[in-house]
């Protein structure tokens, strides 16, 4: 189940097509972070690039996208809320970084 309790709705021949475009793209994207994954740094850019990216789709190709009347505009809604809702690239908080801080290096059972 997806939120409002919506069943998620089957893919479309035409997002199978852009999906099966897509998968080797991702594979590779998955591949570099794999290879960087010890260098906090080129994570960071590769996060950036992809939040760019993000918003390039979104205020670019998805804004213009968007239906003009309000039945078709409320039928995407429903539809993006039936199939997992609005896609969005969540930031870590500092909140998190702070805990990484005050985490107890491996092996250290000495007291802080």
Do not use: C, K
């Amino acid at each position: 189940m997806t939120t409002a309790g919506h069943p998620p709705t089957a893919p479309t021949s035409h997002d199978v097509s852009t999906l099966a475009q897509l998968q080797p793209l991702l594979e590779a994207i998955d591949h570099l972070a794999e290879e960087t994954a010890s260098d906090p740094n080129a994570l960071l850019a590769l996060l950036r690039q992809l939040e760019g990216l993000h918003r390039s789709i979104q205020d670019g190709p998805f804004r213009s996208s968007l239906p003009s009347d309000r039945q078709r505009l409320f039928e995407l809604l429903q539809s993006m809320e039936r199939s997992g809702g609005w896609p969005y690239i969540p930031r870590l908080q500092l909140r998190t970084f702070l805990d990484l801080l005050n985490r107890e290096p491996p092996g250290d059972d000495s007291p802080p």
